[in-house]
């Protein structure tokens, strides 16, 4: 190479100054939606158990930085119709649809088919765009260590959502999930039916409903969260009622003779 060609490459690559490569950009956090667990055993006081496994497994799971999950008020304003047409949603094709009407990459649905004397949870993970099936799994175990079986579960979904934990990122995942811990299925049944009268707008309901898990769970973060926003509610709604009634009042002290 001519040496004045190679004289200029050098001056121009030292005013340069050194080349900086700009760091990998962190990829996005896939954005997932828990679906009601159906109810599979055949007995109709488990119909509302689907609901607090999925408000636990959200709970649970947000713990996951590389995981953005759906909040549980903007799932249940979607699923209100599938309700009332009492859909399955451990059926494929209806957790698709469902997953694009909520925007998510994957969806998470699960089914327990057995609680005696052995708890049976069967869960998928589904790519939503294909509607390819990436991940089954089952958890089997005691019910009255439901604790264990839900560790059990939210790590197979981790799993089925191809996220690596570090060990950093798993101790923040079993810390979340000390924090709100629920030992007993009877105790999470209790919950569950607490939030089916929430959902309903039966706040008072909702209220009286969460004293056993209350008395059975006292430690759980989530069960005092949900418990301090079901009483604050249901005393909006006291407040709403009786504003409503003095306009009432009003109105018939100011109605004008006919």
């Known amino acids: 190479m001519n040496p004045l060609v190679v004289t200029l490459m050098l001056a121009a690559a030292v005013l340069q100054g050194p080349q900086v490569i700009p760091p990998a950009s962190a990829p996005?956090?896939?954005?997932?939606?828990?679906?009601?667990?159906?109810?599979?055993?055949?007995?109709?006081?488990?119909?509302?158990?689907?609901?607090?496994?999925?408000?636990?497994?959200?709970?649970?799971?947000?713990?996951?930085?590389?995981?953005?999950?759906?909040?549980?008020?903007?799932?249940?304003?979607?699923?209100?119709?599938?309700?009332?047409?009492?859909?399955?949603?451990?059926?494929?094709?209806?957790?698709?649809?469902?997953?694009?009407?909520?925007?998510?990459?994957?969806?998470?649905t699960g089914a327990f088919v057995a609680v005696q004397p052995d708890m049976r949870i069967d869960t998928r993970v589904i790519r939503v765009e294909t509607g390819e099936i990436v991940k089954t799994a089952k958890v089997v175990g005691e019910q009255d260590k439901f604790f264990d079986l839900q560790q059990r579960l939210a790590d197979s979904l981790v799993s089925g959502l191809s996220v690596a934990l570090s060990p950093e990122q798993r101790e923040l995942l079993r810390a979340q999930q000390e924090r709100n811990r629920i030992d007993h299925l009877s105790t999470m049944t209790s919950y569950s039916q607490a939030l089916a009268s929430f959902d309903r707008g039966d706040y008072v309901d909702a209220v009286d409903k969460m004293q056993p898990v209350l008395r059975d769970a006292p430690n759980s973060v989530l069960v005092q969260l949900t418990y301090t926003e079901m009483k604050r509610r249901a005393a909006d709604k006291a407040k709403d009622k009786a504003k409503e009634q003095i306009k009432g009042g009003l109105r018939s002290i100011f109605r004008k003779p006919g």
């Not at 007995?43 to 497994?57: H, K, Q, V």
């Not at 649970?60 to 590389?66: G, I, P, Q």
């Not at 309700?83 to 949603?89: E, S, V």
């Open 28 to 108: 996005a956090p896939k954005r997932v939606a828990v679906l009601y667990f159906d109810n599979n055993t055949g007995r109709g006081d488990y119909d509302n158990l689907g609901r607090g496994m999925a408000s636990m497994m959200i709970t649970d799971l947000s713990a996951v930085k590389d995981i953005q999950l759906v909040e549980r008020e903007h799932l249940q304003d979607v699923l209100k119709e599938q309700d009332a047409q009492r859909t399955k949603y451990y059926d494929p094709a209806t957790a698709v649809q469902t997953g694009k009407l909520l925007g998510a990459e994957y969806i998470v």
